[in-house]
């Protein structure tokens, strides 16, 4: 058995892992990130074309995070050499009361937006149907999911950390320190950052947050007019939520609607539900053909909150942030995760 060491050791090379690699390598940590997949896999969370960004929050914490985030997405930009992160505009519409909230918590901190009239909105975005209130804040967009994930892998290595992909991580806790065995190798460290997603509770046991995980299904949709495309939220009993993502249509799902799974053991898809996924496209997409262009799946990991887990207990970082609406503020959890775990 080879033994190695490094300062900070990070579980799971998802959004958060990966990004908190690039910031511990960035200021010249000694930092080993491993991934029990190959690159680029599809069976976690982060992969994909696209994900949301949007300041609309109905609170306020939530919306100083993205704010606090979209500088860091232009400086992991700026290392990177491309872009990551693509701002289009974002649109709430239903609900009023859900809509007067979001207006409320953006006109607090500080956030554009503007409120509009259903006729309005449709005459601005003639591909879409509205109803109740409308608000548009210009500062949402569309972060390139898997393009990020890849780029924050592959600077966090040209700054220095040993990226390993294929290995799967068990974890031994000591009182001051940690061991990880990977594939036979043993790794020491000072500090391990459990950022395993959906196997969050396979890594750390009777450590890990209460989390639930759930197999959610999107769709793509391909559309037959030319105009601007804002990621959009339909706010009502269950979210509807869409934006466009290039190369494959445009995505739209309903938020939290999958099935309760263990990771390793998945399920079919609801064929039902993309019905009814389709139907809703159907009366409230006319801009879109109805047949789905592509289909893709991915898992959330929720605490009963639906809040993010970021705190250290003893030498184990715990990174368990997406709860449904986390990969927005990567690179800020990673940043946080990467504090946490050099104080």
């Known amino acids: 058995m080879t033994v190695r060491t490094a300062d900070v050791v990070v579980i799971g090379a998802g959004a958060m892992g990966s990004s908190t690699a690039w910031w511990l390598a ?73 809509i007067a909230a979001v207006a409320d918590a953006l006109a607090a901190c500080g956030a554009p937006f503007e409120q509009l009239t259903p006729d309005a909105a449709t005459e601005r975005w003639p591909a879409m149907r509205f109803e109740g209130s409308v608000l548009f804040h210009p500062d949402g967009g569309r972060c390139r999911a898997g393009a990020t994930v890849a780029a924050l892998q592959r600077r966090a290595a040209a700054h220095g950390a040993h990226v390993q992909f294929d290995a799967k991580a068990t974890l031994r806790v000591l009182d001051d320190s940690v061991e990880v065995d990977v594939g036979g190798d043993m790794w020491t460290a000072r500090v391990a950052v459990v950022a395993a997603g959906a196997w969050v ?20 949709f391909a559309p037959l007019v030319e105009q601007e495309w804002p ?24 938020h939290f609607a999958g099935p ?78 990467a504090d946490l775990a050099t104080p």
Not at 233 to 248: A, S
Not at 267 to 287: F, K, L, S, T
Request: a negative charge.
């Open 231 to 254: 990621s959009f939220i339909h706010h009502r009993e269950k979210w509807i939520y869409g934006l466009y993502t290039p190369g494959e249509g445009v995505k739209v799902d309903e």
């Open 260 to 337: 309760v799974i263990d990771p390793d053991h998945r399920v079919p898809r609801n064929a039902d539900h993309d019905a009814e996924m389709v139907r809703y496209v159907e009366r409230w997409m006319p801009g879109l053909d109805p047949t789905p262009l592509h289909k893709a799946e991915c898992l959330y990991t929720t605490t009963p909150d639906e809040s993010f887990v970021m705190e250290r207990v003893g030498p184990v970082v715990i990174g368990s942030p997406c709860s449904g609406h986390g990969f927005k503020f990567t690179p800020l959890i990673g940043q946080t995760l």
């Open 201 to 220: 509770t396979h890594v750390l046991g009777t450590r890990a947050p209460d989390v639930t995980v759930t197999q959610e299904q999107v769709q793509h």
């Open 26 to 98: 960035r200021r010249g940590v000694d930092v080993a990130l491993f991934e029990q997949f190959a690159p680029g896999h599809a069976l976690g969370s982060s992969h994909g074309g696209t994900r949301i960004f949007r300041f609309a929050y109905y609170e306020q914490s939530y919306v100083r995070m993205a704010q606090a985030a979209l500088p860091l997405w232009r400086e992991l930009e700026a290392d990177a050499g491309e872009t990551l992160l693509d701002i289009t505009g974002a649109v709430d519409h239903g609900n009023p009361r859900s």
